[in-house]
Structure formats: C-alpha cells, structure tokens
C-alpha cells in the first residue's frame, strides 16, 4: 500500500505549470530585446562565451529539484516493514467471553465494555509480552494469534463484539483448551491465561481443563464482570429492550462467582471481580509481574516504510549539478562540447 504521510503538500505541484509558463514567456521577452540590437547570428559571434541552452539546463534542473522537493515534503510511503525486537516478558493468551449475556449493564457501561477497557488497559502494560486473543460464547476461536505487536492486539480487542460468535452460550472449557493450543513451543517462556467472563458456564469441564493447563505450566487468572445480584439481558448493545424466555419473563443473568473462583484455584491463578475502580487491574497486573520473564523475539509491524530517501538523494544530485554549470561557458572546459 502506497501513500504520502503529508499529501497536502502535493497541492505545491500545481505551481510547476506557472514556473514554466514563466520561464517561457521570459525568455521570449529576452529574445525580443536581443533582436532589437541586430541580427541573432552576428550577436552570437560577438558573445562567444553565451550559452543559452546551459541556462535552459540550469532551470529544467531546478525545476526537477522543486519537484523532489515536494515529494519529499509530502513523505511517501510504502507498505509495511518488520523490526525485529528482543523483549523480556511473557506469553500471555487473554480469553473474552462474548456471549449475549456479557451485554448486561450491571457493570458501566457494560459487561463486554468493561472488560474491554480492562484487558486494553492490561495490554498497555504489557508492552514487553506476547499477547494472543481468544473469543469465546458457544464456541471458541482464535481471534489473534500470538504476537508481539501490541497495537494489533489492541485493535482487534476493539473491533469484539457478541456477533464474532454465531452460537450463543458460554463454553469456558472449549476457551481455555484453544488458550493453551495458542501458545508457543517455547519452554523457556513462563505462560498464562486471562480469562474473562460471567461465569455462565454452560459445561461441567471448565475446572477439569484448568487443572491441565496449570499442571503443563500454564496460570490461569480469571475476572469476573457483572454482579451476583444480576440484571437484565438487553436485545443488542443499544438496544433498550430486554430479553425474554418462552414464557414471556425477561432474561435475568447473574455473574456466577463460585464457577470463576474454582477455575482460577484449579489454574492456580487470582481471581478478581471487575468493578468500576481500578483495584481489579492492579491486582491483576501484580499477579502478572510475578512471573518469570525471559527473552522473547518477535516481529513488530511499523506502520508505514518511508521511502523518501531516493528523491532527497536526487535532490542533491541535481543541486550539485546545477551549481556545477555556469551561464557563460567555462574557459577551462571550452574544448567540451557538451552545449552545441
């Protein structure tokens, strides 16, 4: 993908026709004041050192240089380009329950919002990791594999939403099997899982898969969203309408702290309820900094490769040899030439 990081300097090429309908016409007026004093030939012979075609070079010179100069003003870019970085930190996989229920707003402004904000807040933090994105309500995906690029991560957490996932329910087993299925081979690495949620597990394995990932090595922390006291499911996230069962009752769903508890004591993690003070991402990131940290290699995307070097190279090429050129000819290269 190309594009100018300051395109409204690109405006300065519509001077370019000016300069040159300028030139033009101030050579024609030179040209009509030499005819005034006789004959163009006879002139010639009398000013041997004139060379009109070397001040015709010198000005299409400069103007190649305007013309560079605008370019590399305006800073185009290309593509994409991959810095390869040494960081010390850890794996971390962040699983985000987006099931329907996570739209209750028990918590401000949401569930789903809250828990946003939360895990963009922790990413922030965890410049150092590698970070991989996992979604899950009735089914579990992969949203983001592991990376190092932060920005990328934040983007996708951005872009989550109940729709990402067709079938509804909350399947925190499945999550936290593809959660360990996306880290890296790297044993030297201290690894763990965030893991978000309700707690409306509709599966019994969720603490069975837990046990598992922590005896491979793999912590799980687990924050909770939502109140034991419960609310009202909305229709979609804007909606004001409430969800209702078969029997016309609205939907009432609470968030299921015992579920969330065992798992993080069975991924020997914390376990923290989100609220709308910070003291759930403080824990959180103090439990985080207890881990080992060692050495991951990764590839971070920036955003765009500039490119304008070439053109301010040519710039000072051409500068160089329009100054190297004189209106009158040189007496020590007048055997050369080059300007018949």
Not at 310 to 337: G, P, Q, S
Request: net charge positive; hydrophobic share 45%.
């Amino acid at each position: 993908m190309f594009r100018f990081a300051n395109p409204e300097y690109l405006y300065l090429l519509f001077i370019l026709p000016v300069l040159v309908v300028g030139f033009i016409l101030l050579n024609m007026q030179k040209l009509k004041s030499v005819k005034k004093l006789g004959d163009l030939k006879l002139i010639k012979r009398l000013m041997p050192e004139l060379s009109l075609k070397r001040s015709y070079l010198k000005f299409w010179l400069i103007f190649a240089v305007i013309v560079f100069g605008i370019i590399v003003a305006a800073r185009p870019q290309f593509g994409t380009k991959i810095e390869k970085v040494d960081k010390k930190g850890i794996e971390l996989v962040i699983a985000i329950d987006v099931s329907n229920s996570m739209l209750a707003r028990d918590v401000n402004p949401d569930r789903l919002s809250k828990a946003k904000q939360i895990l963009t807040r922790i990413i922030d933090e965890r410049k150092n990791d590698k970070v991989a994105i996992v979604v899950f309500a009735g089914e579990a995906y992969v949203q983001l594999p592991m990376t190092s690029d932060i920005q990328s991560a934040k983007i996708f957490l951005e872009n989550i939403d109940p729709s990402l996932v067709p079938v509804q329910g909350t399947v925190i087993g499945s999550a936290i099997n593809i959660a360990m299925n996306s880290f890296t081979n790297d044993k030297e690495v201290d690894k763990s899982i965030i893991l978000i949620t309700d707690g409306e597990d509709h599966e019994d394995n969720g603490v069975q898969l837990a046990e598992q990932a922590a005896s491979a090595g793999i912590q799980i922390n687990v924050v909770g969203v939502g109140t034991p006291e419960g609310s009202p499911v909305p229709m979609s996230a804007t909606s004001n309408e409430m969800k209702k069962d078969n029997e016309g009752n609205i939907v009432v769903t609470k968030l299921n702290e015992e579920m969330c508890k065992q798992i993080a004591q069975a991924g020997k993690g914390m376990y923290v309820r989100a609220d709308n003070s910070n003291n759930a991402l403080k824990s959180l990131q103090a439990e985080l900094d207890k881990l080992q940290k060692k050495n991951v290699e990764g590839s971070a995307y920036s955003e765009y490769d500039e490119k304008f070097q070439f053109f301010a190279w040519c710039m000072l090429v051409l500068l160089l040899v329009e100054i190297c050129i004189f209106d009158k000819k040189n007496k020590i290269f007048r055997n050369i030439r080059l300007f018949r």
